[in-house]
């Protein structure tokens, strides 16, 4: 692998151009180059002027694509990766939180571990947001979510484009979709690097988000 492949965040978003915008900024602050954001999109609602805007003066590194009817998130992460030209892909939710060290963090890791397929994050560490209070804190190691694959942070996933290619893509699923990707890797021996570090990283439990079932079961650290 070169010392610093191209990288291509993939985001998927449906109305919420908020977290979107969120989501932009933090790819925009990432200290690693080179790199690009693929933006899919099948939201009803309209696009926001500052969203348009940023867009506009980031044509460069973000490419956006529009989609004319509502998908599932797994064909629109198939999507995403087959818009992109990177070597690399990680996965850019818009409603986790991403810090300006996380691309430099993972491709080091890739970089470092030639043999390596996929890095992620491999401890609890979440970010808890309610609409009064916003904490961080872990859940614990019997809870069981779709977002977990044996210890394994799905969602902080960085990997070779090449192992999406030998692997069929994802399924086009609304849910699980991560983990679904993360086993079938396993199952076909990829090799994983886990990160025992998450301050480049933080998934977010929120109100209306695939997790908030659990949020009662966060503990503040």
């Not at 030639?114 to 979440?126: E, F, H, M, Y």
């Not at 990283?201 to 209306?208: E, I, L, M, N, S």
Request: glycine share 4%; proline share 5%.
């Amino acid at each position: 692998m070169k010392p610093c492949p191209n990288v291509s965040c993939i985001c998927v978003t449906f109305n919420r151009y908020d977290r979107l915008r969120t989501a932009i900024d933090a790819f925009l602050k990432q200290t690693y180059v080179p790199k690009e954001l693929v933006i899919v999109d099948d939201s009803t609602d309209p696009m926001p002027i500052d969203v348009e805007r940023v867009l506009a003066a980031n044509k460069r590194s973000i490419k956006y694509v529009r989609l004319r009817k509502r998908r599932t998130i797994g064909y629109k992460r198939n999507k995403a990766i087959s818009s992109s030209t990177g070597d690399v892909v990680s996965i850019w939710d818009d409603d986790d939180i991403h810090y300006p060290s996380r691309l430099s963090f993972q491709i080091r890791s890739l970089v470092q571990h030639p043999s390596c397929d996929i890095t992620v994050v491999g401890n609890r560490a979440l970010y808890h947001t309610t609409v009064h209070s916003k904490r961080v804190g872990r859940i614990p190691k019997h809870v069981h979510d779709a977002w977990w694959y044996k210890g394994y942070l799905c969602p902080s996933m960085t990997f070779r484009k090449r192992l999406w290619l030998e692997l069929g893509g994802y399924r086009h699923v609304n849910k699980h979709e991560d983990y679904h990707f993360l086993r079938k890797a396993e199952q076909a021996n990829a090799v994983i690097h886990v990160s025992t570090t998450s301050n480049f990283f933080a998934y977010t439990v929120h109100p209306g988000g695939v997790s908030s079932m659990h949020a009662y079961l966060v503990k503040t650290i």
